[in-house]
């Protein structure tokens, strides 16, 4: 069946990097887009950016430039999301979300939804 | 970027109730709008997309409706396992934006 599946919990030290994967199955990769969201402890969804899996060319939201990286390795079908110089407020559950894609009924308009989901990765930054 | 209020931020409802959720984008967004549910320490759960299509597999109980900027999703008959977090997105430009979320409680 399809999904994606993430890796394990992190607990890193303020200052560190750290690379979150999302291991993609029963699909297709690069037929879609994948997305990042995080979570912060007790807060909504924020979407981060997407990743073309067929160009490997990434979009970041504005809140998440600079220190935030998504990569991507097609040979094994897994979207990564690097963060580099933790800090306290990057503590949170990050999670990657395959983007689906239908035809609009308004001319070459798309109609965008995230419809499978990892189980989230949770970051903890703590010295 | 467009903003998405949702209302209430909470509510406590009993099963067999219905149950209505607001979405209000800050400029028309069409029908660009997706609802997901949340359940706690679980990822997000994708309900309805270009309202008000259903996903498959999510039961009929849920329905989505509004175009522009006012939506709605209501549960017709809340059911034990429909307790969680609601939150409508948009998609009709980058960055796509979430509301803030209603969590239904048990009443």
């Known amino acids: 069946q399809v999904q994606l599946v993430q890796s394990g919990s992190e607990l890193m030290q303020p200052g560190a990097s750290v690379k979150v994967s999302c291991k993609a199955s029963?699909?297709?990769?690069?037929?879609?887009?994948m997305n990042w969201v995080r979570q912060a402890p007790g807060q909504g969804l924020e979407w981060m950016g997407w990743?073309?899996?067929?160009?490997?060319?990434?979009t970041y939201a504005q809140d998440f430039t600079g220190r935030f990286v998504f990569s991507l390795d097609t040979s094994v079908s897994t979207a990564y999301l690097q963060i580099s110089s933790l800090k306290a407020e990057d503590t949170a559950v990050y999670y990657c979300?395959?983007?689906?894609?239908?035809?609009?009924?308004?001319?070459?308009?798309?109609?965008?939804?995230?419809?499978?989901w990892g189980k989230g990765t949770t970051v903890t930054v703590s010295s | 970027d467009i903003q998405m209020t949702q209302s209430p931020s909470s509510l406590s409802a009993s099963v067999g109730d219905r149950v209505t959720i607001t979405c209000r984008a800050s400029?028309?967004?069409?029908?660009?709008l997706n609802w997901y549910q949340q359940k706690p320490g679980k990822a997000p759960k994708l309900l309805i997309h270009?309202?008000?299509s259903l996903q498959s597999g999510v039961p009929s109980r849920f329905s989505g409706s509004g175009s522009g900027t006012d939506f709605t999703l209501t549960i017709s008959s809340l059911q034990p396992e429909d307790f969680a977090t609601y939150y409508c997105?948009?998609?009709?430009?980058?960055?796509?934006?979430f509301g803030q979320g209603t969590k239904v409680e048990i009443k």
């Open positions: 979300a395959r983007e689906a894609v239908i035809a609009a009924t308004r001319h070459n308009s798309y109609y965008y939804y995230m419809d499978v």
């Open positions: 029963g699909y297709t990769f690069t037929t879609y887009a």
């Open positions: 990743i073309n899996t067929n160009t490997g060319n990434p």
């Open positions: 400029q028309s967004i069409s029908n660009y």
């Open positions: 270009a309202a008000p």
């Open positions: 997105q948009q998609s009709y430009s980058t960055p796509w934006t």
